[in-house]
């Protein structure tokens, strides 16, 4: 089966997922791609790994979009996107406007406990802007984009990542280990304003386990928490219906960016679900691609 022909399951609720039947790929239109690329080793783990598309018709070095795959830090690869969507639609959209795209995992939670995951994401854009001449990536046009749980990260590694004095036990020192983290814009698809409340369903009673002992830590992870002045245009973008992630955490991290000065841009789509289901989800696409190129392009 080609990636392109992957579908949800027709059953409703969907069983319980064990395994992909074999998935081949013709990749990404109009790219030159590099798969597995390895951003860091940490000891004990997988290596973490990252896929990267750069358009093969670019004159120079080209802007770079980092998306963030959701699954509520338990489950998801960076290959797929929600299985309600076109699978390589998002990144195929993305080289066709002219900016690469690169695609990250990181480690889930049954595999270590936060901030591991926020570590890896950060460790993956190091790791672009510390081979961005070899990879033909502009390393000061940088763009993050992440969905649901891959919001959070994304928010995350947008919004410490530019504080003056950022927060060292979210941000680690994976792989490459330091360098600049700011990025000039973000897209945040119906991600949690704050931390507690998700988490609690989605580990249920290990909490405490799930933040590494540390309950305190909860804090710190919720992007509402994390707003300043210093934060580059943000994009949120939610289903008014969503049953998962309600609409009113998108609203609350608006607010307090235009609180604090910073450029944020708030969508609700009336009728849709989380993963925009009960929507097109295309115009959701190309309004993000859109709102990534007017600035990451300018």
């Not at 579908?7 to 319980?16: L, M, S």
């Not at 750069?54 to 338990?74: E, L, N, R």
């Not at 710190?220 to 928490?225: F, H, K, Q, T, V």
Request: proline residues 8%.
């Amino acid at each position: 089966m080609d990636i392109r022909d992957l579908r949800p399951p027709t059953h409703d609720p969907w069983p319980a997922f064990t395994h992909h039947p074999p998935i081949s790929s013709h990749g990404v239109r109009g790219a030159r791609s590099w798969t597995g690329l390895t951003f860091g080793f940490v000891p004990g783990y997988r290596p973490m790994t990252l896929d990267l598309h750069v358009p093969t018709d670019a004159a120079g070095p080209v802007p770079v979009v980092v998306w963030i795959h959701g699954g509520g830090w338990t489950e998801g690869d960076r290959r797929y996107v929600p299985l309600q969507w076109p699978q390589q639609l998002l990144f195929d959209k993305i080289v066709a406007a002219g900016m690469a795209v690169a695609t990250v995992d990181y480690r889930l939670l049954a595999e270590a406990p936060f901030p591991a995951c926020v570590h890896d994401c950060v460790a993956a854009v190091r790791y672009l802007r510390q081979y961005a001449d070899q990879l033909g990536l502009d390393p000061d046009r940088v763009g993050i984009w992440g969905e649901s749980a891959g919001a959070h990260l994304a928010s995350l590694v947008a919004f410490v990542g530019s504080q003056r004095d950022p927060h060292g036990r979210l941000l680690g020192r994976v792989g490459v280990g330091e360098g600049r983290l700011d990025v000039a814009a973000s897209v945040l698809f119906y991600g949690p304003a704050q931390l507690g409340w998700v988490i609690d369903q989605v580990v249920g009673d290990d909490v405490r386990g799930a933040l590494g002992g540390d309950l305190t830590l909860a804090e710190d992870l919720s992007p509402i928490n994390q707003v300043h002045r210093g934060i580059a245009p943000v994009l949120l973008m939610h289903g008014r219906d969503d049953a998962l992630v309600p609409a009113s955490e998108s609203a609350i991290l608006h607010d307090a960016l235009l609180a604090v000065g910073v450029d944020s841009t708030l969508e609700i789509t009336d009728g849709a679900d989380h993963c925009f289901i009960g929507a097109p989800i295309e115009p959701h696409l190309d309004r993000a691609i859109d709102f990534l190129g007017r600035l990451l392009q300018s």
